[in-house]
T-cell receptor
Framework: AQKITQTQPGMFVQEKEAVTLDCTYD???????LFWYKQPSSGEMIFLIY??????QNATEGRYSLNFQKARKSANLVISASQLGDSAMYFC?????????????FGKGTMLLVSP | EAQVTQNPRYLITVTGKKLTVTCSQN?????MSWYRQDPGLGLRQIYY???????DKGDVPEGYKVSRKEKRNFPLILESPSPNQTSLYFC????????????FGNGTRLTVT
């Protein structure tokens, strides 16, 4: 079974609108961390936001926020006020304590295209 | 500047010719890892290291070797590359911990003909 599932291969959004990128995860570990990365067409991997399994509040970083629903095992990334520069591939990833917090397991990604 | 440096950025080689992709980090991270990225498959872990002289297999280790003789360096070795190893490779490092994000190098695009 996949540990990280991103069901949207591609998403389209208009500039200035908000968009939600879905991520569900599978773990029996009570302690884990969830991460989102952005990969623009230039190829580098950029860390966006982190959510810990015990965090009471949803994480926010500027225009990025994480809609964390622990019971549903979902950690959706919300980008508010989309910009053309947000066009990129987005990856959700998880780090579990039973791997010694070693391995970061990635989903297959969602390609976001922002149109003017 | 804190960074992960991997070289080369682009590499074209022929089947069977041994190659090494270098990776170095200057953040004193204990953990280092190699991933390959292929279309539709996301990032898959090849090998990782929790500390000097400690390495372990990831999900797709076949055909690859690594070593961790120094904390800052974690080279990826392809002893006999094959065309199915054509991919985009990333080195990454972090502190060990639930909330430690991976810091990635800029990637190495490898083509094996």
């Amino acid at each position: 079974a996949q540990k990280i599932t991103q069901t949207q291969p591609g998403m389209f959004v208009q500039e200035k609108e908000a968009v939600t990128l879905d991520c569900t995860y599978d773990t029996s570990d009570p302690s884990y961390g969830l991460f989102w990365y952005k990969q623009p067409s230039s190829g580098e991997m950029i860390f966006l936001i982190y959510q810990g399994s015990y965090d009471q509040q949803n994480a926010t970083e500027g225009r990025y926020s994480l809609n964390f629903q622990k019971a549903r095992k979902s950690a959706n990334l919300v980008i508010s006020a989309s910009q053309l520069g947000d066009s990129a591939m987005y990856f959700c990833a998880m780090r579990e304590s039973d791997s010694g917090y070693s391995t970061l397991t990635f989903g297959k990604g969602t390609m976001l295209l922002v149109s003017p | 500047e804190a960074q992960v440096t991997q070289n080369p950025r682009y590499l074209i080689t022929v089947t069977g010719k041994k190659l090494t992709v270098t990776c170095s980090q200057n953040m004193n991270h204990e953990y280092m890892s190699w991933y390959r990225q292929d279309p539709g498959l996301g990032l898959r872990q090849i090998y990782y290291s929790m500390n000097v002289e400690v390495t372990d297999k990831g999900d797709v280790p076949e055909g690859y070797k690594v070593s961790r003789k120094e904390k800052r360096n974690f080279p990826l070795i392809l002893e006999s590359p094959s065309p199915n190893q054509t991919s985009l490779y990333f080195c990454a490092s972090s502190f060990i911990g639930q909330n430690s994000p991976l810091h990635f190098g800029n990637g190495t695009r490898l083509t094996v003909t």
